[in-house]
């Protein structure tokens, strides 16, 4: 894998939603559509549009932009309920068989969006809050103010990090790019790819294993439906051998804009980023599911994985030296 390290330049709005009152909001992160696509319209403009299947073919993986050093909260840790982030309770991993080393409380998913990560291992929680700039309508050709309406429109503040990562690029080198919406007051970024692995790979196990999805990941499922996570039977049904599974996952709905055909994409279910699996195996199955694993650490899980979908970690560390006791007391940031 390739880290892309992003600086904005300027605010960025990274709209999404349908806009139908005189307010934009703004993601926290950068779509790997949206990165892909600002790249692509600086090929485009640098004359070199031809090349675009060599950066953004079916066999390249992206994945979104995360706040620099960071990942989306795994959906495993727990923290007791009305504690910051850790407290003085810390936080639990609920893949752990060590129940009895669970601190007695009322213990709840972790809200926070963000982890960071320090070599791999859970550091601190991170919330990314995009300010709100207000504004009036102008006139396209005049540049005068259009009626007395008052809009609002979300932003991440300039000077904020964040890194992607992509399998393959045919070069190393640093773009400058427009990014979200409003081009004309925000969105510039400079983009600066480096030859890191960061955290993605595979690391086998010998009778059990960790999977972490990294980005939200579409799977069909066998009777033309989409698949809301992994459990017994979906394990059976991807790998044909039979494992136990603890999971703690979510799913949402997705969609998408088709721009050559300038129609939405299909609605469908994906499993959501920060989905976290222990997956049991027996002796006699422990290499057919290792494979398995090693396959989709490469190409990963589900469809449209050149889109930025499916992205996963096998064994990460921030899951496998987290199962014993609590970790990371009263360590939150906000940006």
Same mark, same amino acid.
């Given at each position: ?123 601190? /929680? *991170?919330?990314?809050? &995009? ?5 009036? $309508? +102008?006139?396209?050709? @005049? ?73 939200? /990941? *579409?799977?069909?499922? &066998? ?5 809301? $996570? +992994?459990?017994?039977? @979906? ?101």
């Amino acid at each position: 894998m390739y880290r892309i390290e992003i600086k904005l330049d300027e605010p960025l709005t990274a709209g999404y939603g349908v806009a139908f009152s005189n307010e934009i909001r703004s993601l926290d992160h950068i779509p790997a559509t949206m990165l892909r696509g600002a790249l692509y319209e600086e090929l485009v403009l640098a004359g070199r549009g031809d090349e675009a299947e060599s950066w953004f073919g079916p066999r390249r993986r992206w994945t979104s932009a995360w706040p620099a050093n960071c990942i989306p909260m795994p959906l495993a840790f727990s923290q007791v309920k009305g504690d910051a982030f850790g407290g003085d309770n810390g936080i639990w991993n609920d893949l752990s068989l060590s129940a009895s080393h669970k601190p007695d409380g009322s213990w709840r998913q972790v809200k926070v969006r963000w982890l960071a990560l320090d070599n791999g291992v859970p550091h601190s /929680a *991170l919330k990314v809050d &995009p300010g709100v700039d207000m504004h009036v $309508g +102008l006139r396209y050709d @005049t540049q005068s103010v259009r009626g007395s309406a008052l809009f609002s429109r979300q932003a991440i503040a300039a000077g904020t990090t964040f890194d992607a990562y992509v399998s393959e690029v045919p070069e190393l080198r640093t773009w400058t790019v427009s990014l979200g919406k409003r081009h004309s007051v925000s969105g510039r970024a400079t983009i600066r790819f480096t030859q890191n692995a960061g955290p993605f790979g595979f690391h086998a196990r010998e009778n059990h294993a960790f999977l972490y999805l990294a980005t939200p /990941a *579409l799977l069909p499922g &066998p009777h033309g439906c989409w698949l809301r $996570g +992994l459990d017994r039977a @979906t394990i059976k049904l991807l790998t044909g051998v039979h494992a136990e599974v603890i999971g703690a996952s979510a799913f949402e709905p997705v969609g998408g804009w088709n721009g050559r055909w300038g129609i939405p994409q299909e609605q469908a279910i994906a499993v959501r980023a920060g989905s976290c699996w222990r997956i049991e195996m027996k002796p006699e199955n422990a290499a057919r599911i290792n494979e398995w694993l090693r396959k989709i650490g490469e190409a990963g899980l589900g469809i449209r994985c050149h889109e930025g979908f499916g992205v996963v970690c096998v064994n990460p560390r921030w899951l496998t030296e987290t199962l014993e006791e609590p970790f990371c007391r009263s360590q939150t940031q906000e940006r």
